[in-house]
């Protein structure tokens, strides 16, 4: 036990401390991991550094540090008055704003457009948000009704009839195409080399022309006898409803499940009923303002909704028809395809503004605006046709099969199994579409139509605010405003990829 004692060792002083351990965690071990892990990573960490340095920190600097935020005029945001170098000219934002957000709107009419603005957002923000109930009445609402009452607000106008009125003077349209069509040939015939077999061809679509006028003439006629009453828009419209609700219900199922359908429809047209005598449609509505009037902020959400909501179907559409087997579906989606890709946006613009109106019959005239919307609209849908094609051929074939072996049709399986997978599929590339067509309606501008950025350009012209830093600012105020659009799209887009693409997650 002594030996033992006397044999064991008992330190007197501290061990000396050990160092600590690499940190990997936090701000510091960020730098250290992914900035300076490697003399690559350094050399890139420099070079990113010098570029935010000479960037951002200038730019800083002519937004905010060396701004003018007050002044009546050019004298403001001049370096002799302000006695310092002068970066943006805010108080031209201030004095320009209204006329980047309404372009030449008159202004006792703007609130019809900022009515229009509320109305689209607190119809979207629900469609967003996928908490929220009543997604299919939200829907309709939204894609439905509010692009007509936004036309009303907007455009303003009345109607001069309702269902009747409107499919006669289509019918009554197309029948004066075709009669016109015949006259043309009859007149060729008397003057070509071809001449005894225009001249029957055209008396033959003459001839064509002269049944489908006696055709369409009970509806023609009834047609004119409303609108000879004095009330030919409500007669109109509670007749309408009559032969539309009449439809659904025995389309629901008649007496057995059709009640459903026919209450939907009548709620339908009591909506419709309620906006007509609010807005007064019967009466002559809203003054009409016309398209040219419209600029800045408010032409470019026109453009950008209307190509993003009617591109999409068209993009669908055009994708399922090219994997179609009938061959006339196929061959003619795929040159429909084609056609549009190949084309520049500006030649379509061009030929939507300027050419098209030489090819429709002569009393027909379509406004410059919707000529524009048209051309957007079926170009990028040729390009979305794309995406959603190669979501489609990502889907497994056993899918479809195995829909098949359950008895689906066609297209309960394109709907309900192919078609969902293939969109979620392609979120990424049908989001990049949306985002490039706003930053693209900035080309409007070329076909005398005021965007955003042409608003932008025509304020330049005012001799009030003519200063060195005018351009860079307003050109600054609108990328920010594009800015916020396009990052809102995306940001957007990767939670719902997030959301439906649960099953994937590690």
């Known amino acids: 036990m002594t030996d033992i004692t006397a044999s064991s060792f008992v330190r007197q002083d501290l061990v000396p401390e050990r160092p600590a351990p690499v940190k990997t965690t936090g701000f510091v071990g960020f730098v250290r991991t992914r900035l300076l892990n490697s003399p690559t990573n350094i050399l890139l960490t420099i070079l990113g550094l010098l570029l935010l340095w000479y960037t951002v920190i200038p730019a800083f600097q002519f937004l905010f540090v060396d701004a003018v935020w007050t002044g009546k005029d050019r004298a403001a945001c001049l370096a002799e008055k302000a006695g310092h170098p002068v970066g943006a000219c805010w108080p031209y934002i201030q004095a320009k704003l209204f006329q980047l957000i309404y372009g030449f709107y008159p202004e006792a009419a703007r609130w019809r457009v900022n009515l229009t603005f509320l109305l689209g957002a607190v119809l979207l923000l629900p469609l967003l948000i996928p908490r929220l109930p009543a997604k299919g009445v939200n829907s309709g609402l939204f894609f439905v009704a509010f692009p007509v009452v936004a036309f009303f607000l907007l455009h303003g106008g009345g109607i001069k009839g309702f269902g009747v009125t409107w499919a006669a003077g289509l019918l009554q349209l197309f029948n004066d195409s075709i009669s016109g069509a015949g006259q043309v040939l009859v007149n060729l015939g008397k003057s070509s080399a071809f001449g005894p077999l225009l001249w029957a061809l055209g008396n033959l679509i003459a001839l064509l022309g002269t049944v489908i006028y006696w055709v369409i003439f009970p509806l023609t006629w009834l047609s004119d006898q409303l609108q000879a009453s004095g009330q030919a828009v409500w007669i109109d419209f509670v007749i309408t409803a009559i032969i539309v609700c009449a439809i659904l219900f025995v389309l629901g199922g008649g007496m057995r499940t059709g009640h459903r359908a026919l209450i939907t429809g009548l709620a339908t047209f009591a909506g419709m009923a309620a ?37 999409l179907p068209i993009g669908i559409a055009l994708a399922l028809g090219r994997r179609s087997t009938i061959p006339l579906i196929r061959i003619f989606s795929i040159t429909f395809i084609e056609f549009w890709r190949g084309v520049p946006l500006i030649t379509v613009l061009f030929f939507a503004t300027y050419m098209l109106p030489l090819f429709l019959p002569g009393n027909f005239t379509v406004d410059g605006l919707v000529r524009a919307l048209i051309g957007v609209a079926l170009f990028t849908g040729a390009y979305q046709a794309e995406n959603v094609r190669g979501g489609l051929a990502a889907v497994p074939r056993g899918q479809s099969e195995a829909a098949a072996a359950l008895g689906l049709s066609w297209w309960r399986t394109t709907s309900l199994i192919v078609l969902p997978q293939a969109l979620r599929h392609v979120i990424p590339s049908i989001v990049n579409s949306f985002i490039s067509l706003f930053k693209d309606t900035s080309l409007v501008s070329i076909v005398a139509l005021f965007d955003l950025l042409g608003s932008l350009r025509a304020s330049f012209a005012d001799p009030v605010w003519t200063t060195p830093s005018t351009a860079f600012t307003g050109f600054a105020f609108t990328g920010i405003i594009y800015f916020i659009f396009c990052f809102g799209m995306s940001r957007y887009s990767l939670f719902v990829e997030h959301r439906l693409n649960a099953h994937r997650r590690n």
Request: hydrophobic share 55%; glycine share 14%; charged share 15%.
């Open 275 to 311: 906006v007509i005598k609010l807005m007064d449609l019967d009466h002559g509505g809203l003054p009409i303002v016309d398209t040219r009037l419209w600029g800045g902020l408010l032409v470019t959400l026109v453009i950008a909704i209307t190509g993003i909501v009617a591109s």
